[in-house]
């Protein structure tokens, strides 16, 4: 039995740190563990350009601790405004590593997001040029189709025709939820990929909904029924490259998740590592950890795997984690599974 296991240091490609007071707040979280992260760009107002993005940089730089060790990788958030050749130019100086599409309306801060996916062609032309990659939010935001349809209908009606209209562009679908999402993410070549949050892994849908209303386990795209949680198990523990780590981890502070209209996110940046060890060794597949969190999505965003490294190690004792995040923004609930987990991250 594996009881210690050692991987380079991971990567979050899909992270929401905030800014402010939560940002001091969250981003030791995941410093503690990961070395770079995909950073979200839905800000108050968003970052949607180059000088937003450097700008919002140095705040994330300005809040690490000081002995961290944690590169954050920008993304611009696409509108239809967005310049192209800003977009090129961060591209080109380094700032930026993907630009994010958020349908709009689609979920927190995404009403300046865009419309019609025909509006930013241009700029998702230049994209495709330079190499850059696309991340997107996979669901439609018609209020007739059925929330848990979105993803599946957005793969058929706005993904597949974009990426037939343009080949070459690099796309990340962000935080799969459904075996359509896997699916469809196997049938690219090396142009697609797909990250899988954490907490997709460990609930399905009736985590929200049986038994009272959770929700701490509200996010999304909403967790889906168990099949589909079956599928992205068996895909994050596939060895497959195309598919990589996102936690997607989202604070909101207490008082926005128990509210009579709650925000969408689950915050686990805390428990992440010790949570996938848990889900790999349950699957039988702790030597496909280091795949899915450290070198698959280095790989794809054209970076080198981290010549550092993370030990997990298990315990005959279940690890404790605080309840709640205390945060100067206010408290936020920390993710719980559900279940007891006995790995940890060996500090
Ligand atoms: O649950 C989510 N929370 N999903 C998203 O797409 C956005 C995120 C947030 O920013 O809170
Ligand atoms: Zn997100």
Redesign the pocket.
């Known amino acids: 039995m594996t009881d210690r296991l050692t991987i380079p240091r991971p990567d979050d490609m899909h992270l ?1 740190l905030r800014d402010g007071a939560m940002l001091a707040g969250v981003l030791p979280e995941t410093a503690r563990h990961f070395g770079r992260a995909i950073i ?1 760009p ?1 800000l108050v107002p968003p970052v949607v350009t180059m000088a937003g993005a450097q700008a919002y940089r140095a705040r994330i730089m300005a809040a690490l601790p000081k002995d961290a060790d944690f590169t954050p990788l920008m993304t611009l958030y696409l509108t239809e405004g967005t310049d192209a050749a800003d977009v090129a130019a961060a591209h080109a100086a380094g700032v930026i590593h993907a630009v994010k599409l958020y349908p709009a309306g689609a ?3 995404s009403h300046g997001g865009v419309r019609d996916v025909t509006r930013v062609l241009p700029v998702l032309e230049k994209m495709a040029e330079i190499g850059l990659p696309l991340c997107i ?1 996979n669901e439609v935001t018609d209020p007739e189709v059925d929330i848990f349809d979105r993803e599946a209908v957005f793969i058929d009606t706005v993904l597949d025709p974009l990426r037939r209209r343009l080949p070459s562009l690099r796309v990340v679908m962000e ?1 799969i939820t459904t075996s359509q999402g896997v699916d469809y993410a196997r049938t690219g070549g090396d142009n697609l990929a797909a990250t899988i949050t954490t907490h997709h892994l460990i609930i399905n849908r009736n985590h929200i909904l049986s038994g009272g209303i959770k929700p701490h386990y509200y ?2 795209p909403v967790a889906k029924r168990e099949s589909h949680r079956l599928a992205l198990r068996q895909a994050a523990t596939s060895g497959e490259a195309r598919f990589f780590l996102g936690t ?1 981890s ?1 604070p ?1 502070i207490d008082a926005l998740k128990e509210h009579s209209c709650g ?4 915050f686990t940046a805390t428990n992440t590592m010790p949570l996938l060890a848990h889900v790999f060794e349950e699957l039988d597949a702790l030597d496909r950890l280091a795949g899915f969190t450290s070198r698959f999505g280095a790989a794809f965003y054209r970076l080198p795997v981290s010549e550092k490294t993370l030990i997990l190690s298990k315990s005959d004792t279940a690890t404790i984690w605080p309840e709640k995040l205390d945060t100067g923004a206010g408290p936020v609930t920390i993710f719980n599974p559900g279940f007891p987990v006995f790995w940890q991250v060996t500090p």
């Open positions: 929401h979200m839905n979920t927190t801060n939010h935080h996010c999304l997607d989202a909101h925000c969408a996110g689950c």
